[in-house]
Structure formats: C-alpha cells, structure tokens
C-alpha cells in the first residue's frame, strides 16, 4: 500500500509540474510577444521560418475547441492560428514543442500557448 501512494504521489508531483513548465513558458513566450501589442511578422521574424500549420477562420466559425477556448477566454476573434513545432531536450530524451499563435484579422497577435508534444 506504501508503494502505490509512493507512486500515486510521485505521479500527481510529475504531472503538475509538467503544467507548471508549460504554464511558465507560456508566460514568458507572452511576455515575448505580447498579446495587443506583437504582430505575425514580430513572430515570423523572430521564428526564422513558418509555421508548421495554419489555419484562418472558417466562415461558420472554429470547430476545434482549443481556438474556441481562447476566444472565449479573450473575448476576441481569432481570424489565424498558426503552429510552430521544433525539437526539445528534456532530461531524458528530445521530444516536441508546439507553439501556437492565435491573431485577429489585422495580424495583431491574440493570444500564444506552449505545449510539449502529448500535453
């Protein structure tokens, strides 16, 4: 019984840590690019390359819910969602990151999320 709440408390710390990384650099990855304020082309330019995805605004509306949860969390319209993915060293092993960049119609920058490949 001592082991499995070893595990079970080992795993629950694991977890929220990963949130609190991905929490944290999608902080400072706002913090780089402040949302209101930095512009795809801050992004693009800062990048040195372009997005793995993009998708624009269907007419209907976004159908995935990822989108839909920033607009409801921002209370503005995302025209463009752009992904960029590039490699990453954990302790471990590499894995993915993903960015994602969320703009309005004049390319002003929305919102931006960090995620590692999984989360």
């Given at each position: 019984?001592?082991?499995?709440?070893?595990?079970?408390?080992?795993?629950?710390?694991?977890?929220?840590?990963?949130?609190?990384?991905?929490?944290?650099?999608?902080?400072?990855?706002?913090?780089?690019?402040?949302?209101?304020?930095?512009?795809?082309?801050?992004?693009?330019?800062?990048?040195?390359?372009?997005?793995?995805?993009?998708?624009?605004?269907?007419s209907l509306g976004w159908s995935q819910p990822f989108i839909?949860?920033?607009?409801?969390?921002?209370?503005?319209?995302?025209?463009?969602?752009?992904?960029?993915?590039?490699?990453?060293?954990?302790?471990?092993?590499?894995?993915?990151?993903?960015?994602?960049?969320?703009?309005?119609?004049a390319d002003v920058l929305v919102d931006a999320v960090w995620?590692r490949m999984g989360d």
């Open positions: 019984m001592k082991r499995v709440l070893a595990l079970v408390f080992v795993l629950g710390c694991a977890h929220e840590s990963v949130a609190q990384d991905a929490a944290a650099r999608t902080d400072a990855l706002r913090a780089k690019f402040p949302p209101g304020k930095a512009t795809r082309a801050d992004v693009i330019a800062s990048a040195g390359d372009h997005p793995e995805i993009a998708l624009t605004r269907p839909r949860d920033i607009e409801d969390r921002t209370g503005l319209v995302v025209a463009r969602a752009e992904e960029y993915v590039s490699p990453m060293a954990t302790s471990v092993f590499f894995t993915l990151q993903h960015v994602w960049y969320f703009y309005d119609r995620q």
